[in-house]
């Protein structure tokens, strides 16, 4: 599966964005799918992940609460709604798609990566 990721962009402290991730192929429900963020300097993380029906989702604590994965299986898309946004969460960040129906934050799961779209957020 090939994955596009938009929507990235630069925002305030406390503003929101979301992010899209289309994905191409006629199996976007037989993968689960996750999105993690690399901010300068630093390694890739896990930021949440979805299973193929939507009953099942997993967010990194320091987004907790204030982000929210989904995705649509019609429109082979996958979202992520970033409200509260803080400095802190300045990064490229990427949507991953995961060969299984379940979710897993392991990012050496992930066989499919699309290219990253930016996010900065001013303070």
């Known amino acids: 599966v090939q994955l596009q990721a938009s929507g990235g962009g630069l925002v305030q402290a406390g503003g929101s964005l979301r992010l899209s991730c289309a994905a191409s192929g006629r199996t976007f429900s037989s993968y689960g799918m996750g999105w993690f963020r690399q901010a300068p300097g630093k390694e890739r993380e896990f930021v949440a992940a979805i299973n193929w029906s939507s009953d099942s989702t997993k967010y990194a604590d320091s987004v907790k609460g204030r982000f929210t994965i989904s995705r649509d299986n019609a429109k082979n898309t996958v979202y992520l709604q970033m409200n509260s946004l803080k400095s802190e969460d300045t990064a490229v960040y990427y949507c991953?798609?995961?060969?299984?129906?379940?979710?897993?934050?392991?990012?050496?799961?992930?066989?499919?990566w699309g290219q990253g779209t930016l996010v900065t957020v001013s303070s």
């Open positions: 991953a798609a995961y060969r299984g129906r379940y979710y897993t934050t392991n990012p050496g799961d992930f066989g499919s």
